[in-house]
């Protein structure tokens, strides 16, 4: 019995350590956080500093993405709210902004309901094209005569010409018979091949777009009918850096006569870009529309940024037809004023500051005065971006003046919409309808790339000098630098009070 019993204390004895041996290596080796000589009371310790860390990891996390939160509904009121301080904030040219849309978390402000026709099968299109009661005959200038170039030498032949300040001023007095410059002059580019040219011919109704120098994609309308898909010509103006862009990024489709398409829209290449600043390229399809496709009877402008949600037929009806209009574009959603315009164009640096100073010198020496509510007009400033037009005389001469000063001064056409109504004295009647409903009528999609260019960041004319001359454009802007008739050196611009912080 003593034997057992000494026997059986001594088994305990034995077994007891390895017990503690066997707990230890398992903790130690569930862990793998502790090296296996580290105490027993170290580990408590640690442990709860892991699991401290994990928890400031996963508090952090949850605070940053509530930040990030935070950050996003702010930019969304920010973005829809109605107040001009909030809308400032906004910026609608963001990455963030374009994503938000696309998600349609947001947008486009000021969109109202257009009071469009029911049904576009219903429409009635006029038989008859509107009488023009002051010009009935207008025709173009197509070659130079190298003696009316402004420098008073020989040089390439430009797009635009080289119009003399005495043809531009006789321009404006309205004739029954005219002739003037307005582009495509003979070798100055903006060639169509031959293909194009006779798809064209047939085209009476159109829809035109334009893309340059790559910045957009096609955007394929919506909401079209099958009676406006018969009857409108969808035609996408491009130069060739932006053919080559479409190609290697969207769906093109060639026909049996060689004619490109991506979706509804046929591709019209135009060789040899007349200018080097692809804006100012850009404004030849936009506005003159009529010399590129001279058989259509109605156009409807949009820029290559948008895509079209509204029936087109629909719109010539509610633009147009309905309130016996030939010319209708919408109003600036900030500025009335063009030489408020042209304040927002330089602090934006959309164009060469001493340079936009310099054409509203001009407009101001001739005449134009601030837009205020005795005039006869809605606003001095249109959104251009959308042009709705019969192609009367009137209106094919109107485009006309308004791209020579396109062309010879800068490319901002926003500038010079309200001075060439101002020279025609109000002959020239269009319909300017609410930006609201202008918001309505399309989906805006951010440009493939950002625009740049140089002479927008330039501050000085002296910066044009010396080596830095290379910064001017060759081929277009040339009546900034051509000596003007008259002195300006005491012209005074209208003080600018900005109506709207985020214009």
Known sequence: MDNDAHRSVSLRASRRPDRLNNNFEIKDGGDGFFDSDKSSSDHPIKLIWKRGFVRLLLVGGILWMLLILAVLLFHIWTCQSSL????????????????????????????CSIPLASDPEKIVIPEKKTPSNFVQSLSYFEEDDTNINTNGSESSPLFGGHQSWKQREESFNLKSSMKIHCGFMKNGGAEMSDKDMEYVKKCKFVVASGIFDGYDTPHQPSNVSPRSKKLFCFLMVVDEVSLNFINQNVSVKEDKIGGQWVGIWRIILLKNPPYDEPRRNGKVPKILTHRLFPQALYSIWIDGKMELIIDPLLMLERYLWRGKHTFAIAQHKHHKNIYEEADSNKRRKRYARPLIDHHMKIYRYEGLEPWSPL??????????????????????????????EVNLFTPR???????????????????????????????????????????????????????????????????LWSPYPGDLSS?????????????
């Open 491 to 503: 012209v005074v611009l209208p003080r600018v009070e900005r109506t709207s912080k985020a214009g």
């Open 413 to 479: 056409d926003q500038l010079s919409f309200g001075f060439v109504v101002y020279r025609l004295k109000n002959k020239f009647r269009f319909f300017m309808f609410p930006n609201c409903e202008y918001n309505a009528i399309f989906i805006l999609h951010p440009h493939t790339r950002e625009h740049s260019s140089k002479i927008e960041w330039v501050k000085s004319l002296s910066e044009f000098k010396g080596n830095n001359s290379g910064l001017k454009e060759t081929r277009g802007g040339l009546g």
């Open 375 to 404: 005039k006869q007009t809605k606003s001095d400033v249109p959104e251009g971006a959308i042009i709705i037009r019969e192609h009367t005389a009137l209106n094919n001469l109107f485009s006309c003046l308004w791209f020579n």
């Open 84 to 111: 001009v301080f909030l809308s400032a904030i906004c910026n609608k040219d963001s990455t963030v902004f374009q994503m938000l849309h696309t998600m349609g978390l947001v947008t486009p402000p000021h969109r």
